[in-house]
């Protein structure tokens, strides 16, 4: 049966305020406005690539959530599932991100309490919602922003489950929306349901008390819990301009675990979102390249890696380039300088 999508996310739809270039935020005088969110990075990188996709969201019918929908327009995402809320209180979550050079670190400022939402409700949405999409994500971000979002995640988690859709979720964690104990307790209800697990070696660690080696740990999600794949993003910052970016796939269905040569020596503009331009880059492979899994590997190590050099939340890579960067990353000396 074919279904209207690809992939369908829940999450928050941010408005992201930055002073330009390496500007400290005590003292700029100018704010450029982008838009992002952790769930709608990852569908708008999976839509870059080819594949249909959609945002599940809830923002205030204003001026300002109309430019966040167009944003969201402009990225090939679908707004069927995005709800506009006349409410007076209605306002859309607000992040202010200071980039950063050493020794500075970059610093990430929120002002999302009350925002639209976390009033979100699975009442918002037709039953129909469910059988429309071949895999549905969300991350820990959502269920940590408060009881109503919580609640209609897990809900829309347990019923695209059972209306036959893969459920990928990616646990990014955030310290200053709720603590590991907290993240933890709540995670683990949702596991049973989940195909598709990102987690990297640290939260693994530090969230859910797993020791080992990366490996061992991976597998040990799979033996816990009926997990198909579990990936794992493996980041050295050697300052806030350098980077070096790999990861690592276990696919429990047949025991095997793939892994590349790390990007090494990143130029970055900007990591925001890079993350979730990896969990983009690996679930365009699982839904396009029929789960394999080296090729998911390398599509979401290129799309980190290129997301790094781009400005702003969302990615801008279509898949021409991402294979243009895989090329160039295996084969290094057989590159010209310049496209053209």
Known sequence: MCKSFDLLAL???????????????????????????????????????????????????????????????????????????DSEDARIGIYYYENGAFPRKPNVFYDRKNSSINSISVEDFEESIYGSTRCFHTSGITLALSKACRETAIQMIKQFKQAGALVSFDVNFRGNLWSGAEAKACIEKVLPYVDIFFCSEETAKLTFGKSGKAKEIMKSFTEDYPISIVASTQRIVHSPKIHTFGSLIYDARNKEYYEEEPYRNIEVIDRIGSGDAYVAGVLYGILAEQ?????????????????????????????KEIENIIVGHKCPNSQGEMVR
Not at 305 to 310: D, E, R, S
């Open 11 to 85: 999450g928050e739809v941010l408005l992201r305020l930055s002073p330009p270039n390496n500007e400290r935020l005590v003292r700029s005088e100018i704010l450029e406005r982008q838009v992002g969110g952790a769930e709608l990075n990852v569908v708008s990188g999976v839509s870059l690539l080819g594949l249909r996709t959609g945002i599940i969201s809830k923002l205030p019918a204003n001026d300002i959530g109309k430019y966040a929908k167009n944003k969201i327009r402009f990225n090939g995402v679908s707004d069927d599932y995005l709800v506009l809320s």
């Open 291 to 319: 789960g394999n899994g080296q090729r998911a590997l390398e599509i979401g190590n290129a799309t980190s890696a290129v997301k790094n050099t781009i400005p702003g939340d969302l990615p801008s890579s279509d898949l």
